[in-house]
């Protein structure tokens, strides 16, 4: 198999990286080596932070923001809680790490963040509850004749299913994710912008 003139040119870059660059790409990977063991538990908060004060020092200060751009690469609107605190919790900790950070800001638009997340999460809820109790009352008359008639029937999910499929819920999911995913994004480029 012959490569593609592209796939040479890039070979060929790769090769020939600077010293400098090869450094860099190092130490990306050592990075990414620590904020997985931190992912997957291997690693605290406080232990988080001691290696990559570590790591500062024998690479620089600008591993300090790779690392905070990394974890805030990782959040979203629907994670679970767990998941978020503990990338809070490491953005939070690495900014101590810097000299001249700015703990206070980032710690309130994280805060807005997690007010926004729980906002979107109660609003979601609420309205799915709500229209599941219309369509609730709507299929218990059903039921109740295909149950006269020997059918059995799964109300629970029955009801589940026609919620989802229903216009009603797909419009609002729509609008919903659009407005709270645009709000969640102007955080995050908040957050980009104190790092």
Known sequence: MELSPL???????????????????????????LLSEYFT?????????KRLKALQDRSGKSITK????????????????????????AILAVETVKDKGDYSN???????????????????????QQLRASVEKQLHAVAQQAIRQGMK??????????????????????????ACGEMFTSHIDKLRELI
Do not use: C
Not at 41 to 49: A, E, P, Q, R, Y
């Open 106 to 128: 980032l710690e309130l638009v994280l805060t807005s963040l997690e007010t926004l997340r729980q906002k979107y999460t109660q609003i979601k809820e609420q309205a799915y």
């Open 41 to 49: 538990g291997n690693l605290s908060s406080d232990d988080l932070w």
């Open 153 to 178: 029937i799964d109300m629970e999910n029955s009801i589940d299913a026609n919620v989802k499929a229903s216009p009603q819920w797909k419009d609002f999911i729509s609008k919903h994710e659009q």
């Open 66 to 89: 790779e690392a905070q751009l990394k974890l805030l690469d990782t959040l979203r609107l629907q994670m679970n809680q767990v998941d978020f605190e503990q990338r809070r919790n």
């Open 7 to 33: 796939a040479r040119e890039r070979l060929a870059r790769i090769g020939a990286l600077s010293p400098e660059e090869k450094e860099k790409a190092s130490q990306s990977g050592e990075l990414d080596s």
